[in-house]
């Protein structure tokens, strides 16, 4: 079964800073790539996802995330992160009937 | 509101006890993911059922299992629980054809404490 890699445990930013979490995956088969996000007490929700085509994938909230298939990579990118931000983003990936996350990222952004 | 819902939200017992966990998937979903969420192990993939069927099963110890019924709804049954058996169990649905899945939608989770 693949597995999947998220490279930092907890990033704190301050507010209007760059963010850019590092996410890859084993499997050299064809995959679906999800970004998740959890809000505090709230249950996880789809932040964007690749199936295929234009390997750069626009999501919600000013997120977006780029698929690079040499490196097994799909990092996920915001220019200019807000307070609003905090919160833990799990990146997951799909093949065969099998969903796996990688253990999440917690992201704290100071106001 | 993601459309599954999950009970008990909160469960407390004592361990060498059984519970069971209760997922109802989106209108229309066939497939039920279950997770296993700690806080020193993130979001452990536990077992997946398409339209009542086993298809995939992650890191799920021998002493839990599930099922999915023809209404679809699933449970999960967790027995000779322990200390470290404590966690947020989260199910997840989608709409999911063979060979491909779209979009998971989650439940809000079950909290199981193990005293």
């Known amino acids: 079964a693949q597995s999947v890699s998220q490279h930092n445990h907890h990033v704190i930013l301050s507010e209007a800073a760059s963010l850019e979490l590092g996410c890859n995956y084993s499997?050299?088969?064809?995959?679906?790539l999800f970004w998740y996000v959890q809000y505090p007490g709230q249950h996880l929700q789809l932040l964007l996802k690749?199936?295929?085509?234009?390997?750069l994938v626009k999501g919600i909230k000013g997120f977006e995330a780029e698929f690079i298939k040499s490196k097994f990579s799909f990092n996920l990118r915001k220019p200019s992160v807000q307070w609003s931000d905090t919160a833990e983003y799990f990146c997951?990936?799909?093949?065969?009937?099998?969903?796996?996350f990688g253990a999440g990222t917690r992201l704290t952004v100071k106001p | 509101d993601s459309g599954v819902t999950q009970t008990p939200k909160h469960l407390i017992t004592a361990t060498g006890q059984r519970v069971t966990l209760r997922c109802s998937p989106r209108?229309?979903?066939?497939?039920v993911y279950w997770y296993q969420q700690s806080l020193d192990q993130g979001l452990q993939f536990l077992i997946h059922?398409?339209?009542?069927?086993?298809?995939a099963k992650g890191n799920i110890l021998e002493r839990f299992s599930a099922q999915q019924f023809p209404d679809l709804h699933s449970e999960l049954n967790l027995s000779s629980l322990e200390l470290g058996d404590s966690a947020l169990y989260f199910c997840?649905?989608?709409?999911?054809?063979?060979?491909?899945?779209?979009?998971?939608?989650f439940g809000e989770g079950s909290r199981l404490t193990v005293l």
């Open positions: 059922y398409y339209n009542g069927e086993e298809r």
């Open positions: 209108s229309g979903d066939l497939s």
């Open positions: 997840a649905s989608s709409v999911a054809e063979q060979g491909a899945v779209g979009e998971l939608f």
């Open positions: 690749y199936f295929s085509g234009d390997p």
């Open positions: 997951a990936v799909y093949n065969n009937n099998d969903m796996r």
């Open positions: 499997y050299g088969g064809t995959v679906n």
